[in-house]
């Protein structure tokens, strides 16, 4: 297998596209104007398809995705406010694009050839709508909402809708600002990063209901530290023993050793990276952890221990002006 980072430049407007060897070495295979300021990007399910959200004009456009990694576009959709976050659906049909300026959630169908339709729904009032995350039985989409310091939960049809009257709220600690969302199958549990309280909180989900009970939350913060967070994403890795979690007033990315028993939950250390960590990501192995720097403009590839899931830095190589979101595909 060969593995594919994808990154997005938004100051170049473009997307690097670089294969990563064995050895932790890489090589830049393409690089491609993306028409618009690149924001979110995400892969479709089978693996064929890179879509990627612009601005200002606010479309999904879609890639095809070539057996050596490179990509050719292949069509594009409008979305109605400017995208920040991309979730795809187990099912592999459905693309939900949260729009933290515009305070909504929008879904724009997908169909077999990979191309994004006309956007068939959108959820407003979503004050500081940042990201989805889809349960394990499609039924049901989580949201953070970082404005309102709350995470809703919708129930999702097969038919592709959300059906607004079943909303529930499930409120953070005031000022807390929950961002990303990372589900976590084996114990059935969410974990949601804190933008402006530099914490994660851990939710049971209920599987009949959809019902989130707080569980826990734990501080990313160095000890000492007392200023403003600024935490941005957090990745569970796929054996599900290990939470890593960035900020980006620290520049850090935190380790959370997980458990089932969440009294025995903890961060179990942490490593200074790149200027301004605002995404990462994990390869579907486990094996390594790639963050990209938006100050920085480089990124960094770490090895991931699978008995500890300590990091240790491979290497580091440059990249355009801002980059902003990173992707990983093993091919």
């Not at 070539?66 to 459905?94: M, Q, R, V, W």
């Not at 499609?138 to 953070?144: D, G, K, Q, R, V």
Request: aromatic letters at 10%; hydrophobic letters at 35%.
């Amino acid at each position: 297998m060969k593995q594919i980072i994808y990154i997005t430049l938004a100051k170049n407007q473009e997307i690097e596209v670089w294969k990563l060897h064995d050895d932790f070495s890489l090589n830049l295979l393409q690089r491609i104007s993306t028409q618009g300021e690149p924001q979110p990007i995400i892969i479709s399910k089978d693996k064929k398809y890179l879509y990627i959200g612009v601005r200002p004009k606010f479309k999904v456009y879609s890639y095809k995705i070539k057996a050596d990694g490179t990509l050719t576009k292949h069509a594009c959709s409008t979305l109605p406010g400017s995208p920040n976050h991309f979730e795809i659906d187990h099912t592999g049909k459905y693309l939900f694009s949260s729009s933290y300026h515009f305070n909504c959630l929008s879904i724009t169908p997908l169909d077999t050839l990979g191309i994004p339709r006309p956007v068939t729904q959108t959820i407003k009032n979503i004050f500081g709508c940042h990201a989805s995350k889809m349960n394990c039985y499609n039924t049901c989409l989580f949201i953070s909402a970082l404005k309102k310091d709350c995470i809703y939960a919708y129930n999702f049809k097969k038919n592709g809708k959300l059906l607004k009257n079943t909303r529930k709220n499930f409120m953070t600690n005031v000022n807390f600002g929950p961002r990303h969302l990372d589900l976590q199958k084996c114990n059935n549990r969410l974990y949601s990063v804190n933008e402006l309280n530099g914490s994660v909180d851990i939710w049971s989900i209920n599987s009949f209901s959809n019902e989130l009970i707080l569980l826990k939350n734990i501080n990313i913060m160095s000890k000492n530290y007392c200023n403003a967070a600024w935490s941005s994403d957090l990745h569970i890795s796929p054996c599900e023993k290990f939470l890593y979690v960035s900020d980006r007033i620290e520049n850090t990315i935190s380790i959370i050793k997980l458990e089932k028993d969440v009294q025995n939950i903890e961060k179990i250390g942490h490593i200074k990276t790149e200027l301004q960590p605002r995404t990462f990501s994990i390869n579907s192995t486990g094996e390594n952890l790639i963050v990209v720097g938006e100050k920085s403009n480089s990124f960094s590839v770490y090895k991931i221990s699978k008995i500890t899931g300590l990091l240790e830095l491979k290497n580091t190589y440059s990249t355009g002006n801002r980059p902003v979101w990173i992707s990983s595909l093993m091919l």
